[in-house]
């Protein structure tokens, strides 16, 4: 999230998309509940289903899944044609007054595709997609190396210019009309039109004072254009502008209790910690990585831009020194060697595929049930058939541990013939440790243990840290290859087998390693502190950090996220001092776009940082996310961590792999064709992988119903079928289908059905339902389905012989999003039959 | 008027006179009602381990935090404290108790040898040498110290990592350190999906 779930009662207007908070985040929807008593805030809900959230919301509308960027694009366009946008905003904290190169093309213009695109590769060279320099100038590159942003770009305050951001955009959407979002969505055109002028109504005749929030969740990131869907949102926010403000922003509303953090911290194989970058192969040395990681500054000349990502290496220095202390030396550039390169995709479906092809041999699997999980549930119980060895951590059975003796292997017959070694190691409850989760508001916040492990369970991390020592005794004693990064590891914890984890986030802080000053203030930190925030780092080794947007998160002061002041002295819900939230405790992101160009906020009864020009400080109910001393006439972006200093509504070069500007493609399986290019209906840059167990359906062999898989408030993921108060209050698995289709196939409420896909089968109770309806797509009409997702093989329920101990993930295919990774888990096409 | 339990108890435990009827000491559950089991209880501060609203809850359990007395956990409820759910739990925040104590845990180390139909114990050392031993093994045999390209990569394809949606930042930041440290580049985590 931008902001945060307190902040939601600062809001005008609600796009509520791609997300149910009603239903999968009751406590945080409380405040989306305040805005509508206190300040008549409306809701708008777009979902696939009439969900509880919609039956609070102003207007609903129901959506194909899928379909998301139609909409959006349409609501863009919409904005556009009324006049509903910020001006002022747009032209001075956006990036709509650059001038784009003159040989870029958008997809209205080249078959389905932006220009630089090889159909035979299915790889886009994307020089094209840079911004002109000022006065004609090259862009300057080194030879060979595609040209980087320019310095000076090029701009038009006017918005005239035909090749400038704005009309690119304007010209972009305008084929994304009421009509044209019908036939994709499914959504009635006057309904859309009513969505439209609700949410853009915020803006009317230009009035700045309100303020719109975008609210989604998985809804949007399960798709093979995820990241452009968001994108879309981010887009129509910068468009209104309503990022940086009280009740505003893009607010992602993450899944789990740790899965913010789990994203910073870097559990994932194409960053480290704090957004860095991983370095590639081609990277010769440390100084190499940094040329490359570290963006320069790129904007019109007359302005500033803070490019606070020119701080790479100090970040990255400190991270080395953190890992490998001593041994990270400026000599060795920092230890650059011990880090793996990566230059491919090692993503969550690629791991997958390279086990089901014997390239990944042993895996560990802690709280996380893979099988379950999925895409495509059946490929991954293939995959760890071939596996030498699996190691799973958990507190109860789940799917995974047990793939060995699931309900596939048994009916094929081969138990005896799986060669992999299972080992399952039992692990402490929330209760049982203490340590920090990060919400989806930024806010880190430390929780105790409470009661001791049950029978012979151990703490998570200490049994991590027991295989790493032993791991690394046995390199000490019988050698092996390239040991140099194990043996070096830092590991100083007062219990090196259990590491209290307060020692660790003190660690992930950062300290001074010899004495710093400040040069400005004189204020000095002594050797061995804890630093109080990220702009002490330093790149010469003299400071270690183990996650740089986690600085000042345990200081001198103490552990900060185990602060427990409530008070909230504006009364905005920015309880500055509840917790910790990252970075530097600010709790809404890009606050300074609250203010106009002068500094002064946009609306004087939301106040959250303003320029004081007595002190000559930016000042206020939140901590300023900008140069606290520069001052507004000095033009310096909000948006800080871009080299533009401005919001990217042309998202140039490589920020995305499949466009500057959000497309709508159909998702990889589709009831139609992609009414906006035929030739290129979908995402151009998803790969599909091609074994065995990777097939795809079409309409033509009878997969003809959109199936969406969904959550029920009762039930968490993978985890409360173990549950006995969960399990009581939904018993059962269920699929939701619409009346009307359930009369045509004579199916009655509580009947079994069979959902299929190219990929499996689902066996679960039909709940009859006027909650989902036919829809009209393309003239044709479709149905769609839901399926919640909570039961699997192991569980309760499964245990009685009460559900056809069947996952929903049998469903759904590979197929994943080119930019973050994620698969296509809604909007997939199936049969329905009654069994 | 059909008498509650209570008044029931209320009734019946007048002196010692119960006992004699009963042939019980019913005294004990009379105390019981007069007091509230979570007015002698410890108060925990923690977090709701489920979605990412990240509720305050606060874990009443009985005993003093001796050493010779095992914490027993007794209630769960929201923390009328914490700004975002002041107080408030959903269907899943307000069975914790039940997850808490709950008779499927798991509570010994358990392995499927190659060929298995079934779960075998394993002690603790066991279980974590062979696992050591396979991690250093598989790590050594696929090892890649330069690619194709004769570029250093240091880099290991053949261990994965898969992490959980609940695991704590500090358990998060161990695991990133080890795995980068062993060459591990199939690192991925619940975030991703």
């Not at chain 1, 990277?283 to 606070?308: I, Q």
């Amino acid at each position: 999230m931008t902001n945060g779930w307190v902040d939601i009662k600062n809001t005008d207007m609600m796009l509520i998309m791609g997300g149910n908070p009603a239903e999968n985040h009751p406590c945080g929807f409380k405040w989306a509940i305040e805005a509508k008593r206190n300040r008549n805030a409306k809701i708008i809900s777009v979902d696939p289903r009439f969900t509880r959230t919609s039956s609070v919301a102003d207007l609903f509308c129901q959506i194909r899944a899928g379909s998301d960027i139609a909409f959006l694009g349409g609501v863009i366009n919409y904005a556009i044609e009324n006049n509903r946008i910020a001006k002022d905003y747009l032209v001075n904290f956006t990036n709509a007054a650059f001038v784009v190169k003159n040989d870029f093309k958008l997809p209205g213009d080249t078959d389905g595709v932006f220009s630089g695109f090889d159909a035979g590769k299915h790889t886009y060279d994307r020089a094209s997609w840079n911004y002109a320099a000022a006065g004609g100038a090259a862009n300057a590159g080194a030879p060979g190396a595609p040209a980087p942003l320019p310095e000076k770009v090029d701009y038009d305050l006017t918005l005239q210019n035909p090749n400038c951001v704005f009309q690119l955009l304007k010209k972009h959407y305008s084929r994304y009309t009421p009509e044209m979002v019908e036939r994709i969505t499914g959504i009635p055109k006057d309904q859309f039109l009513k969505a439209a002028e609700m949410y853009t109504s915020i803006r009317k005749d230009g009035d700045m004072k309100m303020a719109g929030t975008i609210i989604y969740a998985v809804g949007w990131t399960q798709h093979s254009f995820g990241t452009q869907i968001i994108r879309t949102a981010a887009m129509l926010q910068l468009l209104l502008g309503n990022v940086g403000r009280a009740g505003g922003g893009v607010n992602a509303l993450r899944g789990h209790s740790n899965i913010q953090g789990a994203t910073d911290m870097a559990g994932l194989f194409d960053t480290l910690p704090g957004y860095l970058k991983v370095p590639t192969p081609g990277d010769a040395s440390f100084d190499a990585w940094m040329k490359r990681a570290t963006p320069t500054s790129s904007k019109p000349a007359p302005w500033d831009s803070w490019n606070y990502y020119g701080n790479t290496p100090k970040f990255t220095v400190s991270l080395l020194k953190a890992m490998y202390g001593d041994a990270a030396t400026k000599q060795n550039g920092w230890a650059f060697d011990y880090l793996p390169k990566v230059d491919r995709d090692y993503s969550w479906t690629h791991l997958w595929d390279d086990m089901y092809n014997g390239t990944v041999k042993g895996m560990l699997a802690f709280g996380m049930n893979g099988v379950a999980i999925g895409p495509d549930s059946n490929k991954n119980i293939d995959a760890l058939k071939k596996a030498e060895w699996l190691v799973v951590g958990e507190i109860y059975p789940d799917e995974t541990s047990e793939f060995w003796k699931s309900p596939r292997v048994i009916a094929q017959g081969d138990m005896k013939q799986i060669q992999t070694t299972v080992y399952r190691l039992p692990c402490a409850g929330f209760a049982e440790k203490d340590g920090s989760f990060t919400n989806s508001a930024r806010w880190l916040l430390w929780k105790n243990a409470a009661v001791p492990m049950p029978g012979d369970c151990r703490l998570d991390h200490g049994i991590v840290a027991q295989i790493f020592l032993k791991v690394r005794d046995l390199y000490k004693k019988d050698g092996g290859k390239f040991p140099d990064p194990i043996m070096n590891l830092t590991w100083n914890y007062s219990d090196r087998l259990n590491p209290p984890l307060a020692e660790v986030l003190k660690e992930m802080n950062g300290k001074a390693l010899a004495d710093l000053e400040d040069p400005a203030t004189k204020q000095q930190i002594k050797a061995g502190q804890q630093l109080p925030g990220f702009a002490w780092l330093k790149d010469d080794g003299t400071t270690s950090c183990g996650i740089w947007i986690y600085a000042g998160s345990f200081t001198e002061a103490g552990n900060q996220t185990a602060r427990r002041d409530p008070s909230d002295p504006s009364g905005m819900g920015v309880h500055p001092g509840w917790g910790w939230s990252w970075p530097a405790n600010r709790r809404v992101l890009y606050n300074r776009a609250s203010c106009d160009v002068d500094g002064k906020p946009w609306d004087p009864s939301r106040r959250q940082v303003w320029w004081n020009e007595t002190t000559q400080k930016w000042v206020g109910n939140d901590v300023p996310d900008f140069k606290a001393d520069s001052h507004p006439k000095d033009h310096m972006g909000p948006f800080i961590m871009n080299p533009e200093g401005v919001g990217r509504i042309f998202a140039p070069l490589g920020a995305f792999a499949d466009g500057p500007f959000p497309e709508h493609y159909e998702p990889i399986e589709s009831p139609i064709v992609n009414p906006l290019h035929a030739g290129q209906s979908t995402n151009p840059m998803v790969t599909r992988f091609k074994d065995a167990d990777d097939k795809f359906g079409t309409t033509k062999d009878g997969f003809n119903v959109v199936c969406t898989t969904f959550r029920l408030t009762e039930h968490y993921h993978y985890w409360t079928k173990n549950n006995p108060m969960n399990v009581q209050l939904v018993p059962e698995p269920f699929i939701e289908m619409a009346a009307e289709m359930a009369d045509e196939m004579g199916i009655r409420g509580g009947e079994h059905v069979k959902v299929s896909s190219a990929r499996g089968e689902y066996i679960a109770k039909a709940m009859v339902t006027k909650r989902i309806k036919s829809m009209m797509i393309d003239g044709k009409k479709t149905y769609q389905i839901g399926i919640p997702f909570h039961w699997g093989y192991r569980g309760i329920a499964e245990d009685e012989g009460k559900t056809a101990r069947n996952l929903v993930n049998s469903l759904t295919h590979t197929a994943a999003d080119p930019n973050a990774h994620t698969p296509e888990f809604k909007g997939f096409l199936v049969k329905v039959e009654k069994v | 008027m059909n008498p509650t339990r209570r008044d029931f108890l209320k009734l019946t435990t007048v002196g010692g006179a119960a006992a004699a009827v009963f042939g019980f000491d019913l005294k004990p559950a009379y105390a019981q009602l007069r007091v509230l089991k979570i007015a002698r209880a410890n108060e925990t501060r923690s977090t709701c381990p489920y979605c990412a609203v990240g509720c305050g809850t606060i874990i009443y359990t009985i005993g003093d935090r001796a050493k010779n007395v095992t914490a027993q956990v007794v209630h769960v409820e929201g923390d009328p404290d914490h700004p975002t759910n002041r107080g408030t739990l959903c269907p899943k925040g307000a069975s914790l108790e039940q997850d808490i104590l709950n008779d499927r845990r798991l509570l010994k180390p358990q392995v499927r040898r190659p060929g298995g139909t079934q779960w075998e114990d394993i002690s603790w050392d066991d279980a974590l040498n062979e696992i050591a031993a396979r991690v250093k093994k598989t790590r050594d045999e696929s090892f890649i110290e330069k690619d194709a390209n004769g570029h250093t990569v240091n880099r290991t394809e053949s261990i994965a990592w898969i992490g959980g949606c609940t695991d704590t930042n500090e358990f998060n930041y161990l695991v990133v350190k080890a795995m980068r440290a062993l060459g591990v580049v199939h690192l991925e985590n619940q975030a991703r999906v």
